[in-house]
C-alpha cells in the first residue's frame, strides 16, 4: 500500500498493484511452453539427397510396397486385402523377418486418415522404417 500526502487526511491510495498479476502470467506461460514440447509428435522422415535422387536405384525383390485406394482396399505387393485383413497379414509378414521396411503408395483419392491407419497398423506389425512412394515429378 503506498502513503497519500494530500490534503485530506487518507493514508491509502486505491491503486491496483498488478506485479501479482504478472508473477502468475509468467507462470502460466512457461507452463503452457512446457506443455507445448510435451504434446508436441514428429514422424522422422529421411530425404534422399539431389545426387542420390537422379541416379536409377536397384529395386530389392523383397521390398514391401503398400498401396492404398479409394474405398478401403489395400494391396500389399499386389494382394489386395480388405481393411479387416491388413493388420493380421502385416504381422504376419514381418513376424521373423529382418528387415523391417514398407513402402507405402497411396492414390490421390483416398482419406488421410486412412493413411495414417495402414501407417499405424504397419508400426503395430513391427514396422520400423516406412517409405513413400511418390508420384514422378514432372
Do not use: C, H
Amino acid at each position: 500500500m503506498g502513503v497519500s500526502m494530500g490534503k485530506t487526511g487518507r493514508s491509502e491510495v486505491s491503486d491496483i498493484n498488478i506485479t501479482p498479476m504478472i508473477d502468475v502470467l509468467l507462470v502460466l506461460l512457461v507452463i503452457f511452453m512446457l506443455a507445448q514440447q510435451v504434446l508436441m509428435k514428429a514422424v522422422d522422415i529421411q530425404l534422399p539427397k539431389d545426387a542420390e535422387a537422379n541416379q536409377p536405384q536397384n529395386q530389392d525383390p523383397d521390398n514391401i510396397i503398400m498401396e492404398i485406394e479409394p474405398g478401403g482396399v489395400f494391396r500389399v505387393n499386389t494382394r489386395p486385402l480388405t481393411k479387416a485383413q491388413l493388420p493380421s497379414f502385416l504381422t504376419q509378414t514381418y513376424t521373423g523377418r529382418p528387415k523391417k521396411v514398407i513402402f507405402v503408395k497411396a492414390d490421390g483419392r483416398v482419406k488421410y486418415q486412412d493413411v495414417i491407419w495402414a501407417i499405424d497398423m504397419a508400426r503395430g506389425a513391427g514396422v520400423k522404417v516406412i517409405g513413400a512412394v511418390l508420384p514422378p515429378a514432372a
